[in-house]
């Protein structure tokens, strides 16, 4: 007999502005079907919002560990994972019921694969690699593109739940989870890219004094996707603000690793390079938390600044 939604108690850890977006929609799928979330953050404060939509806010990591059989994780960086993992996979030794672990966080392929060696101990639980594209609202909207790899039975299990979060998903048909972690830093390096390849191209036309707006026209008609729309508007705007958005201290963190990733296999990824470059020179005057699309400020110093 297939398990039911009363017969999955699902936890979440990590509210920050993905992880409370994502929990929200998947809590309202839960309760339409008669259930709940219990959610856990290591900032209290932070369970307030999705306490008043009817979710159960767990007073510990133990007290969500032992009334959960599926737990999801949006966490910051790869130590929150592996010390979040390492309290969770603890807890886990000692239940024989099935507990499926599911990371939503972007993390280095080795850290994935740590956490999965971790769990593999004790062959009754599963885990997981599912991180996620897509900003804030995309979160909030439940439009984001999902990513999984693990097992394939238990990621059939749980596909209504992954949907009620998400537009697609990208299954990558494999137990190696550290592929994944691989795809989406693939994936954000298309969107780093994106982001330089814009501000290098806007900061320009400022200097040659061309109209902003007409080049958002052009890039709105001439390449009318999202993140090209969007990142467009942003910079043309001038906006530094990172509200709904992707802060310099996560864009280094990801730009480190898939350069990492890149020269782990011999590869090169020259526009990563600048673009590292770029978000180190905005850190290191104190920007780091303003979005990562503030590269073009970089850019509008022009070249001597970037010697500096």
Known sequence: MAQTTQDIRIGWIGLGEMGYGMAKNLHAYLAAHGSHLTVWNRSPGKTDAIKEQGAHVANSIENLASTSNVIFTSLAN????????GQLVQLASKV????????TSTIHPSTATKVSQLVSAYPQHRYLQCPVFGRPDRAHAGQLIWVASGDAATIEKLQPYFGSMSMNTIDLKTTDVSKASSFKLMGNFFVVGTIELLSEGFALAEKVDIDKNAMLQFVETFF???????YSQKIASGSADKAGGFSVDLGLKDVGHMRKMAADHGAALPTADVAYRHLERLKAQGK??????????VLREGPDAEKK
Not at 78 to 85: C, K, L, P, Q, T
Not at 224 to 230: D, E, H, V
């Open 78 to 85: 790869d130590a929150a994972v592996e010390n979040v993992y």
């Open 288 to 297: 780091g938390d303003q979005d990562w699309s503030s590269i073009v400020e």
């Open 96 to 103: 024989q019921e099935q507990i499926i672990f599911v990371d």
């Open 224 to 230: 009318p996707t999202p993140s090209w729309i969007g």
